[in-house]
Structure formats: C-alpha cells, structure tokens
C-alpha cells in the first residue's frame, strides 16, 4: 500500500494559456517550497507543473530505492506535459530541482528559460564521496537530514528530517552529467544564490555563471539561507522570477 502524500506536499498543475513553466523542489523536500512561485506564476496566466518528485513527501523509506534517474523522468514528464499544450515552455528549480531544470535545459534545447534558485548542479568532493562510499559499506542507510535551512523564524519546507544516503550518492553520478553539460546551456538564465546557505555551496551558481554560454543574470539574496523561496527574499525570488520569465517570453 502506497504511503500517502502529506498534507501541504502535494504537486500543483495550472491550466494556463501557451507558455508553460515546469518547476522542481528539491532532494528530500516537496513541492510546498516552491508552492508560492508555482501559484504566482499561475496567476499570471502561466500554465505550471510542479510534480511530486518520486520518493518525496510521503516517508523518507519511500525515498530510500529511488535514483537521478526516477527524479530525472519526472523532470522530462512534467516538461513533455506542458510542451505538448504550450507553444513555449521555460523551467525553474531549486537545489536538486535547479540540478534537474539545468539538465532539461541540456537534454530539452528548446526551452524557453532557466531559473535556477541555490541550485545544486555539481557532484560533491572525492573526499566527501569516499566518505559516503565508506558509510554504505558499514551499513548506514541515512544520515541527519538538511531540511529547513531557513534564516525565517518558523520557516518549514515540509522535507525530510533524515536523508538517505545511496539516493544521494545516485544524484552525485547524475550531476557528473549535468556539470560537464552546462557548456550546452543556450537559453537566458536566471541564478539566484544567498550569500549564506548551509546545504549547497556557492560555487555551484558560480559554475553555472562562468559555464553556461548563453546569457546569465547573476542575483545575490542577502537576507536568506538554502530554502530562498520561503525565506526573508521570498517576495524578491518570486518577482524577479516573474519579471525574467515575462521578458525571456516576450523577446521571441
């Protein structure tokens, strides 16, 4: 019997008109840290698919089996939804999600825009991985989880409290992909980075500004931890999110 989702976890899917954005949370969270850019973006006529990545907001055990390649299906499904009723579709993400909105960017040539918000789009350190390698085989199946990195007095991202540690060391492999890609990146981008986040480092924005060959906004959050988009910059992520994907749009 399949674990039944959280309240406050579940996807969001507008109808909109022709132009489409999908938008993807990130590893161990769901869909309620971008559940306010997701419905601004509605509101302005937009279609959206925010999906439920597999194995989240349900139990961590349902995100224990799950691999890059099961995130990275939903991914490309949400996209191929909206492209199949938009005339033009643009993608947003952060965290893992900016890892999987940077690889449909790779794998989907055609889209629109990018919108990448802290986005984790490097694997980790040899060091570190040789840690996790040493983790698996003394039979660890989860650490202390890294939900919840939120400078907001009372902010909550609905993620895990624990994160799984071979679902991890499947999204190092799947960004080895997605940083040696990011030289193919053609679309406008939009990186949004705080100057304070305790879950992915900065370097990961600066290797997408410095890599990717098509035009870049840079924006630094000074206010905000990881989980940007419901922290003290909320109102500036969602505007600038809006006004980027409005102009990116509007020049075709």
């Known amino acids: 019997m399949a674990t039944p989702v959280t309240s406050g976890c579940e996807p969001f899917s507008a109808g909109g008109g022709e132009l489409g ?5 990130g590893f161990t969270g769901c869909p309620h840290s971008l559940r306010p850019i ?4 509605a509101n302005r006529g937009y279609a959206v698919e925010l999906p439920l990545l597999p194995g989240h907001g349900t139990a961590v055990e349902d995100l224990i089996p799950m691999r890059w390649e099961d995130w990275a299906r939903e991914a490309a499904a949400a996209h191929d939804a909206l492209a199949a009723r938009c005339r033009r579709v643009a993608a947003v993400g952060l965290s893992m999600g ?14 629109a825009a ?6 984790l789009v490097q694997p980790i350190a040899k060091e ?3 840690g996790v390698t040493d983790l698996l085989a003394a039979g660890a199946v989860t650490i202390e989880g890294v939900a ?3 400078a907001k007095p009372g902010g909550d991202e609905y993620g895990y409290s624990t994160l799984p540690i071979e ?3 499947s999204l190092m492999d799947g960004l080895e992909d997605v940083a040696g890609a990011l030289g193919t990146i053609t679309c406008p981008t939009l990186v949004l980075t705080s100057r304070q986040d305790h879950v992915v480092s900065t370097d990961n924005s600066e290797l997408v500004v410095a890599t990717v060959p098509g035009r870049v906004e840079h924006h630094w959050l000074e206010r905000s931890y990881h989980v940007a988009t419901l922290d003290f910059d909320a ?13 990116a749009f509007e020049s075709e």
Do not use: K, M, Y
């Open 21 to 25: 954005v999908v938008v993807l949370h």
């Open 38 to 41: 997701a419905e601004a973006l």
């Open 98 to 111: 900016g890892g999987l909105a940077a690889w449909l960017a790779e794998q989907r040539p055609e889209l």
């Open 114 to 119: 990018l919108v990448l918000v802290n986005p």
């Open 128 to 130: 570190l991985r040789d």
């Open 148 to 150: 919840n990195d939120i």
């Open 167 to 169: 679902a991890a060391a």
């Open 235 to 247: 109102e500036l992520v969602e505007s600038e999110t809006c006004r980027f994907l409005d102009a």
